[in-house]
């Protein structure tokens, strides 16, 4: 009896031909998968050659903090420092530079930037050039230029120079609104200054609050120090974003990178070209988040739109008519969805010209024209002294002695209603009601007095929550204040 299996072929005819056969299937069986990677995975070689030549390296000379009259590194410094992609948290790493004595000047880290025209605009990030010197670009072919600054934009990290040059390679700007989650794109950059590298990743999400002025792209796109500036770009080519950011806990890439869209950025350098700045509206209010808690309490439904803390005294809204407490929801045809989005959309229009806020106040909407004023410095809106009650306090049931308004303090607070609050404690001192508050409503119930704020107290089933606005000095918020169990 034969051991030979029964699957193999006897002769060697059949083995040659079995063999072949064998060979021509694994043939076939490795092309398959290439055949399919080649389709799957894009190809960014024409990308670069198009777009890379467009892209430059920067690298500034500044005097030292000490010599610019600073105090050296503070926490906050660091902080930046390291948000922004210049050097590494402490303790890890190589540590910062220690600023040179004075009058001396040190160089900063490579950075990168992109060429808008052929006469020598480049675009990179403002906290690139903010505080040098001196300024060189490097083209991708070696050529050198000394640059002047242009403008510098801050509060968008934005910032445009000039080197003088003919002919130059630039980049093509694309339409952020079609950009989509999950598309591929690349960065090119100069990552601890090796110039011209090249990065790819996806778009991971579009429109991301990181509480700046402007929304943000995010990608996974490596991203290092010396990036900054650089140009995000699409498949098409187009340049879609200015790098600007990381997420990390190591100075280093972690996954995630912020880029400034292209749209924002070109409407600042626009400004900064005509002008050398940029001007921005602005109506006077210091303004906090909605909650949901706060929304279902009050009536508004959803969490939506920018509760007013407090009003510039004699600024655009207070002459209009907002008040603390007030939640603005639309400016003109545009709808306020959170509260980051309100200083964006009143920032975008021209300083003088008149819009219609719409605000929610007291459980019904109303609207206020405001004429937009020019966005000079950062406004503090500033506390109102606190003055003694002097009328007798009435107890309520919420724990808070409460005594109408004299009217120094009507007039210190810049109100004409509201009860002010002598003691408190239990379920209203939990809920950080704090004495000399000022109580503006109950229940969006405009509160005009002590009696009738115990009366409608009185009526209230004493099992549920309260929603108070209260104004703290010259800060006004929603507080929810839960009865005993």
């Not at 480049?122 to 640059?147: M, P, S, W």
């Not at 950009?179 to 690349?186: A, P, S």
Request: net charge neutral.
């Amino acid at each position: 009896m034969s051991t030979t299996p029964t699957f193999l072929p006897r002769s060697p005819a059949q083995r040659l031909a079995h063999a072949m056969l064998a060979l021509v299937f694994c043939v076939l069986a490795s092309a398959a998968p290439a055949a399919g990677n080649a389709q799957g995975l894009p190809d960014f070689t024409e990308l670069v050659e198009k777009v890379g030549p467009a892209v430059v390296n920067i690298r500034t000379i500044e005097r030292s903090r000490q010599a610019r009259g600073g105090s050296g590194d503070s926490e906050d410094e660091m902080a930046e420092l390291l948000r922004r992609f210049f050097g590494q948290p402490p303790g890890q790493q190589r540590p910062l530079p220690r600023p040179l004595p004075d009058g001396e000047a040190q160089q900063r880290a490579f950075a990168s930037g992109f060429i808008l025209t052929p006469d020598g605009f480049v675009l990179t990030n403002a906290h690139v050039i903010d505080g040098a010197q001196e300024v060189t670009v490097t083209l991708a072919d070696k050529r050198e230029f000394k640059a002047r600054t242009i403008g510098i934009d801050k509060r968008s990290d934005v910032a445009l120079v000039k080197i003088e040059g003919s002919a130059l390679p630039t980049v093509r700007i694309g339409d952020v609104s079609k950009l989509k989650v999950g598309e591929w794109v690349i960065a090119i950059g100069s990552p601890f200054g090796l110039e011209s590298t090249v990065t790819a990743g996806i778009v991971s999400a579009k429109s991301r609050d990181t509480g700046d002025l402007l929304p943000l792209i995010q990608t996974d796109v490596a991203i290092n120090p010396g990036n900054s500036g650089g140009p995000l770009i699409n498949m098409r080519g187009e340049v879609v974003g200015i790098n600007s950011q990381i997420y990390s806990r190591s100075g280093g890439y972690m996954g995630i990178s912020f880029a400034i869209p292209i749209d924002e950025a070109t409407r600042v350098s626009d400004q900064l070209r005509a002008s050398g700045r940029v001007i921005r509206g602005r109506i006077g209010v210091v303004i906090d988040p909605v909650t949901r808690e706060v929304a279902e309490a009050i009536g508004l439904g959803k969490a939506t739109g920018a509760l007013v803390r407090s009003v510039e005294s004699g600024g655009p809204a207070e002459k209009a008519g907002v008040e603390p407490g007030d939640i603005i929801t639309r400016v003109d045809s545009r709808s306020v969805d959170s509260s980051v989005e309100l200083p964006r959309i009143v920032g975008n229009i021209k300083p003088g010209t008149k819009a219609t806020l719409q605000v929610f106040r007291r459980g019904s909407t109303r609207e206020f024209a405001v004429t937009v004023a020019e966005f000079d410095v950062e406004r503090v809106v500033a506390r109102a002294p606190e003055t003694p009650a002097k009328p007798t306090p009435v107890t309520t049931s919420i724990g808070i002695a409460v005594s109408d308004l004299n009217d120094a303090q009507k007039r210190d607070a810049r109100t004409k209603s509201g009860v002010h609050v002598d003691s408190v404690d239990g379920p209203a001192a939990r809920a950080g009601i704090r004495e000399n508050d000022i109580i503006l409503s109950l229940d969006n119930v405009e509160v005009t007095g002590a009696k009738q704020f115990e009366g409608l107290l009185a009526k209230l089933d004493k099992t549920r929550p309260v929603t108070l606005l209260v104004r703290q000095g010259d800060v006004a918020r929603f507080v929810i204040v839960r009865p005993n169990r």
